[in-house]
């Protein structure tokens, strides 16, 4: 079992800047792919952004179009963390943003992918 605890949310305005940090606890951390969902209201849960592994062994990650350039996702193994760090935020990056594991290493964007999910942070951007 894998448990993941998402904070950092919280209020800006247009143009600033928030980092979300997503704990996990559990087994094999370093192994799993990470992702980042949002979910505004009224609208369907969306992909954000994903980090894990490839064949290789390299680690690779993936952004939804919206948000390349602003948002970097990032780990740190040690401490069983993965964080979203969002710049230059938007009025529609509003939602409720959630944090997912896999039990893979491969990054996927489909939720279906992701059996773990944390309870979600508040993001509020202001015009």
């Known amino acids: 079992q894998v448990q993941l605890v998402a904070t950092g949310g919280g209020s800006v305005q247009a143009g600033g800047s928030l980092r979300l940090s997503c704990v996990a606890s559990?087994?094999?951390?370093?192994?799993?792919?990470m992702g980042w969902f949002r979910q505004a209201p009224g609208k369907e849960r969306e992909f954000v952004a994903a980090?894990?592994?490839?064949?290789?062994?390299?680690?690779?990650?993936y952004y939804v179009d919206s948000v390349k350039g602003r948002f970097t996702i990032s780990r740190d193994n040690a401490k069983n963390t993965v964080y979203l760090q969002m710049n230059s935020l938007k009025p529609d990056d509003t939602a409720i943003y959630y944090c997912?594991?896999?039990?893979?290493?491969?990054?996927?964007?489909?939720?279906?992918?992701?059996?773990?999910w944390g309870q979600g942070t508040q993001v509020t951007v202001s015009s």
């Open positions: 997912a594991a896999r039990s893979s290493a491969a990054i996927a964007t489909s939720s279906d992918e992701y059996p773990y």
């Open positions: 559990g087994r094999a951390f370093s192994s799993r792919a």
């Open positions: 980090i894990g592994w490839r064949w290789s062994g390299d680690a690779t990650d």
